[in-house]
């Protein structure tokens, strides 16, 4: 147990914050999301890490080194470095392949820490189940709180599987529940999230937190004149038909087929509608969709709608946000979304959503005020509430005013904000246990003590 004299405590009575490790095992903040194992979490990492720092919190993010030519370290802003950690073969290893090299992963981070004076780190956060099983240990050996984000579930994906996507393995759920029940805070990013923690994984109530992920209103902000028409050219887009567009990691969980087959039945319901229409697919091949990496561009062909798709790899900055607005629609039709940052960061530019009515998804588009919630993933549904909208700019328009007024309730100035009050509750309830068991321990006066 650390030395409790090696913590000054504040004039307010609570414990300082000055410094946290955050783990992420699988992916670096440093990739470009929408391929590989990339996607939301580098989003979330890199920009709350940004926010912490500002606010006098450095970070330090550590993740396993992919290539030989890494720099042991990297400032990604100041006050947030990224540490590459060494542990197994730097390619061709896929995350299924990771728990083998926790043990590897987890002795790069203690011999960090252990460089560095006594106390350190303040808190430990980890991102992905991974992630929690060093944050477990970083936890025990440092002697501070952890606090964990999920971002996804395996008892929640496996119940909503796609056709041909696998089941997550029982080495993964029961990493889950150790790392539930080791956590001293668990950061849910929906209402939704925190009720399946506590009731697949039997979390404690009071260990959950709720804080929404958020986006970059700054960099995602809606058209001005005639930037609709200019983002059109940017990309090559017809500029008077009509433009849907999937963003994301291809793979059956986030369901780009869905769409495209949506495409396709659209031709039979409204092909007036159809014969305008181009589908933009944004990402790379990801989890089980690396199995047949051209397996959507196929699908396509098959449903006779090569000409009216346009496959473009992961769009970075504002690269990205001009996609959004050459959009008429997004179309988020996943299977399973812990919250879904696609969702949000089309809305900020001022596009309605389409999404499927499921996790996160549910609070982050507004049914009928900023976009359309679908049930299920039947291409007919899909085709109707595409065909529909597509069909009446009028009410599309409704919809992305009401799609901007939602996103500026999201921030990630708000999420940072939320994760520290987490942060501060766990180190304050971590320091003061840590003090009544070391006040438990001293012998009384009088009887060769203090």
């Given at each position: ?23 992420s095992v699988h992916t670096s903040p440093l990739e470009q999301p929408g391929t590989g194992d990339a996607g939301g979490m580098n989003v979330y990492i890199v920009e709350v890490a940004r926010r912490l720092a500002a606010s006098g919190v450095e970070v330090e993010v550590f993740t396993r080194a992919t290539a030989s030519d890494l720099p042991p370290s990297f400032e990604l802003a100041p006050g947030v470095h990224v540490r590459h950690v060494t ?24 011999r960090t820490e252990a460089g560095r004076a006594p106390g350190w780190y303040d808190l430990v956060h980890s991102h992905y189940w991974l992630s929690g099983q060093v944050g477990w240990l970083a936890k025990d050996r440092w002697g501070v709180p952890l606090v964990h984000t999920a971002h996804t579930l395996a008892k929640v994906k496996n119940a909503q599987l796609a056709d041909g996507d696998k089941p997550e393995p029982l080495a993964r759920v ?277």
């Amino acid at each position: 147990m650390p030395d409790l004299g090696l913590r000054q405590w504040s004039a307010n009575g609570r414990p300082p914050l000055r410094r946290i490790a955050t783990l992420s095992v699988h992916t670096s903040p440093l990739e470009q999301p929408g391929t590989g194992d990339a996607g939301g979490m580098n989003v979330y990492i890199v920009e709350v890490a940004r926010r912490l720092a500002a606010s006098g919190v450095e970070v330090e993010v550590f993740t396993r080194a992919t290539a030989s030519d890494l720099p042991p370290s990297f400032e990604l802003a100041p006050g947030v470095h990224v540490r590459h950690v060494t542990s197994g073969p730097f390619e061709g290893l896929a995350k299924e392949d990771l728990p083998a090299q926790l043990c590897a992963f987890t002795t790069g981070v203690l011999r960090t820490e252990a460089g560095r004076a006594p106390g350190w780190y303040d808190l430990v956060h980890s991102h992905y189940w991974l992630s929690g099983q060093v944050g477990w240990l970083a936890k025990d050996r440092w002697g501070v709180p952890l606090v964990h984000t999920a971002h996804t579930l395996a008892k929640v994906k496996n119940a909503q599987l796609a056709d041909g996507d696998k089941p997550e393995p029982l080495a993964r759920v029961v990493g889950e529940e150790q790392v539930v029940a080791e956590a001293d805070r668990l950061v849910a990013n929906t209402p939704i999230e925190a009720r399946q923690l506590v009731n697949l994984y039997r979390a404690e109530p009071e260990q959950v937190a709720v804080v929404e992920p958020g986006v970059d209103l700054r960099r995602f902000t809606p058209a001005g004149p005639g930037g609709v028409t200019a983002a059109r050219r940017r990309f090559g887009l017809p500029l008077g038909g009509y433009v849907v567009a999937f963003v994301g990691r291809i793979q059956p969980l986030k369901a780009p087929d869905v769409l495209l087959r949506a495409a396709a039945a659209l031709r039979e319901r409204d092909p007036a509608v159809a014969e305008r229409l181009t589908v933009v697919v944004v990402g790379g091949p990801s989890g089980s969709g690396l199995e047949r990496p051209t397996a959507l561009i196929e699908l396509a062909a098959s449903l006779g709608i090569a000409g009216a798709v346009r496959f473009l790899p992961p769009q970075a900055g504002d690269v990205l946000a001009d996609l959004y607005r050459a959009a008429d629609l997004v179309a988020v039709p996943s299977y399973n979304e812990s919250f879904g940052l696609v969702a949000l960061e089309a809305q900020a530019c001022g596009t309605p959503v389409v999404a499927a009515a499921v996790g996160g998804l549910v609070a982050a588009v507004r049914d009928d005020v900023s976009g359309v919630l679908v049930d299920g993933h039947a291409p007919l549904d899909w085709a109707q509430v595409l065909g529909g909208l597509l069909g009446a700019p009028g009410r599309r328009a409704e919809l992305g005013r009401g799609a901007v007024e939602h996103a500026q309730q999201f921030s990630w100035d708000r999420t940072a904000t939320g994760l520290l009050t987490v942060y501060r509750e766990a180190v304050a309830a971590h320091w003061h246990r840590m003090s009544a068991e070391l006040a438990g321990r001293r012998p009384a006066l009088g009887a060769g003590g203090w």
